[in-house]
């Protein structure tokens, strides 16, 4: 199990845009160098990539919910 954490305190989305699929749901199986989400700072967006291949098992933020360096976004098994 691997966690994937936020780099940087933001604002995260699970998906691109507002009209668009989530990047990952629980149950997905992800490769490594996915995209899990996008973290928001001063419009400025940084892709959250997983370092792991593996199964989403949790995403632990909300969409637009604030995050904090370190937090963990999503939880993949392997």
Not at 46 to 59: D, H, L, M, P, Q
Request: cysteine-free.
């Amino acid at each position: 199990m691997s966690d994937i954490l936020s780099p940087l305190p933001g604002i995260f989305y699970t998906r691109p845009g507002p009209d668009k699929e989530p990047f990952v749901q629980p149950g997905d199986r992800i490769e490594a160098g996915a995209a899990v989400g996008i973290v928001e700072v001063m419009k400025q967006f940084t892709e959250i990539r997983a370092e792991t291949a593996g199964t989403v098992k949790s995403i632990n933020v909300v969409d637009g919910g604030t995050v904090t360096p370190g937090e963990v976004l999503v939880v993949v098994e392997d």
